[in-house]
């Protein structure tokens, strides 16, 4: 079994684990960017499974995955809406600050200490994959889709988001978040790592998905609020895509 994960990478955000429900705090950019990522999420889980947001549970029933949970903020609001929620992360510090938030909550949601490739090896399936600021963080891109491919029940919907890679990228996400804004520590993200939309459909569909749509995640510094583009996907985007509907496979 290939392990993708980075051990670098989990240790900045073991550093961090204790800070994630803190809307001020090192997660700040997540928080104000989460309204727009739940928007893109359930629109494309309710597009594609056929279920109505204007029920009080309208993902009954569906089996989701949120690999890279963290504190779980992606991972809350999905058990909110009636999935059946298991969220994982491989640092982890992570975990016990999810579980403690979720009993607050008063949600049960199945946090685990693991990695995308031991849960596809221990047989794993899933109606959604939620891959959100993850793959720009792992030391093998390919063999890691590769393991969310093999998570997803047949036709299943993956979703997922990172950072494209330009000089606006570099200045955005580095310079502008990490040394003159200084909502992430220094050193959080690599530029090098970075994706371009591109690339990864093109890694998806060697991964075996089938990319069906991506988006910009655009921030306002006026507004000081993030939308969605159609267009505009030269720093944070996301993409959808489908695992085939014959059998998964290894």
Known sequence: ????????EIAKFEAMAAEWWDPNGKFR???????????????????EFDRSLGTDRPFAGLRVLDIGCGGGLLSEPMARLGAEVVGVDAAERNIPVAEAHARQSGLAIDYRHTTAEA????????????????????ADPLAYLTACRQLLKPGGLHLC???????????VAILGAEYVMRWLPKGTHEWSKFIT?????????RAGLTP?????????????????SDRDLSVNYVTAALAPHGPSGA
């Not at 849960?119 to 792992?138: K, P, W």
């Not at 950072?163 to 606006?168: E, L």
């Not at 939309?197 to 569909?205: A, H, I, K, T």
């Open 1 to 8: 079994m290939t392990v993708t994960v980075d051990a670098g």
């Open 29 to 47: 950019p997540l928080h104000m960017m989460n309204p727009v990522r739940l928007d893109y999420i359930c629109t494309q889980i309710a597009g």
């Open 119 to 138: 849960m596809a090896a221990a047989g794993e399936r899933f109606d959604v994959v939620l891959n959100m600021e993850v793959v720009e963080h792992v």
């Open 161 to 171: 988001s990172t950072i494209n890679r330009n000089p606006k990228s570099f200045a």
């Open 197 to 205: 939309p591109d690339e990864l459909y093109d890694l998806m569909e």
């Open 212 to 228: 069906v749509d991506r988006k910009g995640y655009v921030f306002n510094p006026v507004s000081w609020k993030w939308s969605i």
